[in-house]
Every structure is written in C-alpha cells, then in structure tokens.
C-alpha cells in the first residue's frame, strides 16, 4: 500500500493479495463487488456503515437561493441529494495519532 499519495481499487487489491494470498485476479473482483455492494446500497437512498472506518451518510438538501459572486443576481440553486463521510470515533484518534 502507498504511504503518501491516493490510495486506489489497485492498491487495495494488491493488499488484499498479500495479506490474505488471493490470486491478483480475485482480490481486484472482491474490491469490485465491495465497491460495487456500497454504490448500489447508496443508489438505493441506504447509508452505508463500515466499523472502525465511518459511515457514508445521504442527505437531502432543499432548493436555496444562492448568489453569482460575479453579478451578484440571486439564482435558484435546486434540491439535491448529497453524499458525505462522517468519520468513526476509532479512525478520527488514528489520523490524530499519525498527524
């Protein structure tokens, strides 16, 4: 795994590969169907919860005006639906810990 940069679906298959001895093949189609459980539960409005990780949360969030910084012309910004990550207690101490 990379210590500094973006941690990719490669990287977490190679991990899964080393450290429980799958076939590079099979590590990358379970990182695939994990990914893939996680975007069809959030595509079908559920949260997603992973212990020790955080919880990947949906909110709605209602039509708003907001302003052009440009014009200043007030526009309708529309409803909207958006994904957030809120943090486990567990991995919020390691990030402190490690920074």
């Known amino acids: 795994m990379t210590t500094v940069g973006t ?11 080393r450290e429980v001895g799958l076939s590079r093949a099979d590590s990358a ?11 069809e539960a959030l595509s079908n409005g559920e949260n997603v919860k992973i212990s020790g ?12 005006v ?8 007030e526009v309708p ?4 639906r958006v994904l957030t990550f809120r943090a486990s207690q567990m991995m919020r101490e390691r990030i402190v810990a490690a920074g």
């Open 7 to 17: 941690l990719t679906r490669a990287d977490l298959a190679e991990a899964l590969h």
């Open 29 to 39: 189609k379970i990182v695939e169907q994990i990914l893939g459980d996680m975007c």
């Open 53 to 64: 990780f955080g919880t990947f949360v949906l909110r709605d969030k209602g039509e708003r």
């Open 66 to 73: 907001g302003r052009n910084p440009k014009t200043g012309v």
């Open 77 to 80: 910004i529309a409803p909207r």
